[in-house]
């Protein structure tokens, strides 16, 4: 019993941290057509996969599709 309670605080902190975490993937579609694109970051999550993953979101978006989902 004293575990769990030490353990719910625990994963309610971490559950609000993963929260706030920045967007690692994002699916981008085409209105028009129904066509969809996808842009992630990759495994080594480092300044410069951010960066890439920002410039593919929005040549994406300079190509007409709008963000579909972010997560």
């Not at 993937?25 to 920002?54: F, S």
């Amino acid at each position: 019993m004293v575990r769990l309670i030490y353990l719910l605080p625990l994963l309610l902190v971490l559950g609000c941290a993963s929260m706030t975490s920045k967007h690692s993937r994002t699916v981008l579609i085409d209105r028009n057509t129904g066509e969809t694109k996808e842009c992630t970051v990759r495994m080594a999550r480092t300044v410069i996969a951010y960066e890439e993953y920002d410039t593919c979101v929005k040549a994406f978006e300079e190509q007409g599709y709008t963000i579909w989902s972010q997560y």
